[in-house]
Structures are given as structure tokens and as C-alpha cells.
């Protein structure tokens, strides 16, 4: 008879502590969502800020390179060889896109180019024969022109 109190008695402190870590994950997440999108509005508050406006749901805040379920081959913006990409691609990291949008406007003072708006944002990989390297990019469309930004060193250049 004591013996099963006690295995009742483990079992009911193991399912209170799995309630308190629970409640502790799903605070820890709501924080989390808390703060990415505070991060978000002070990144649009800087660009309007800077004199360039955009909607947040133009900005992809969260990558969706290689996990869209389309072939690797179509998400390669550029630099694709005509037979395809070889086996053994290697894929760099792409910053974050508040880092992104700070290197897109600093990449336009430094191109002397003024920008009121951004209208689309294309993620995609440039392709990088020598290096057998896939860096992700961001090809913006802006009321001054195209542009393409290094999502892995900030270089910003203006597209024809």
C-alpha cells in the first residue's frame, strides 16, 4: 500500500514539473516573438527614419531559401552554370535582415543613390563558380532602381 502512494506521489511531482516547464517554454516563446517583432517595427521606424518607407510584410523576416519545396536550381538568382549545380554546393549564412536593411541603405549613401521606397524584396542564392559557393541575396526593387545585396557581406550593387 505505501509502495504505490509513493509511485502516485513521483508521478504527480513529475507532472507538476512538467506543467511548470511547460508554462516556462511557452513564456520563453511569447518573449521571443515579443522581441523579434520589436526588432522589426525599430527597423521599419529607422528606414521611414532615413526617408525610405516599407510594408513589413514586403521585408522576408524569416528566410524561406531551400524550405519552399522548390528545386535549389530556381532559387539561384545569378552566377547558375549551364549544366546545373554541382554536387557539393556550399551554402553561406545570411545575416539578419534588420543587419540586411541597414546594409541596403548605408550601400545606397555609399552609391549616392536616394531611395523614398522599397516595393519588393526576392530572396535567392548567387552562385559562385570559383568558390563553389551559394550566398544568399536579396534582389530589392525600389522607386530608384534595382538593386542586389550580399545577404552574407552587406554589398549592395545597383542592378540594370
Known amino acids: 500500500m505505501e509502495r504505490s502512494k509513493l509511485k502516485w506521489g513521483v508521478i504527480l511531482l513529475l507532472a507538476l514539473l512538467n506543467a511548470v516547464l511547460l508554462g516556462?517554454?511557452?513564456?520563453?516563446?511569447?518573449?521571443?516573438?515579443?522581441?523579434?517583432?520589436?526588432?522589426?517595427?525599430?527597423?521599419?521606424?529607422?528606414?521611414?527614419?532615413?526617408?525610405?518607407?516599407?510594408?513589413?510584410?514586403?521585408?522576408?523576416?524569416?528566410?524561406?531559401?531551400?524550405?519552399?519545396?522548390r528545386r535549389l536550381e530556381e532559387q539561384v538568382l545569378g552566377g547558375l552554370p549551364q549544366g546545373g549545380l554541382p554536387e557539393g554546393c556550399r551554402f553561406q549564412t545570411s545575416r539578419r535582415p534588420e543587419t540586411l536593411l541597414r546594409d541596403f541603405v548605408l550601400g545606397l549613401e555609399q552609391l549616392g543613390v536616394q531611395c523614398r521606397s522599397i516595393q519588393s524584396i526576392t530572396e535567392g542564392y548567387w552562385y559562385s563558380e570559383v568558390e563553389g559557393v551559394l550566398t544568399p541575396v536579396w534582389q530589392i526593387a525600389t522607386d530608384s532602381g534595382s538593386y542586389q545585396l550580399d545577404g552574407c557581406t552587406g554589398m549592395l550593387v545597383q542592378v540594370e
Open 24 to 69: 516556462m517554454m511557452v513564456q520563453q516563446d511569447r518573449e521571443s516573438r515579443a522581441y523579434a517583432q520589436a526588432g522589426r517595427t525599430q527597423a521599419l521606424v529607422w528606414l521611414e527614419r532615413r526617408g525610405i518607407t516599407a510594408r513589413e510584410e514586403t521585408i522576408p523576416w524569416e528566410s524561406t531559401l531551400v524550405t519552399q519545396g
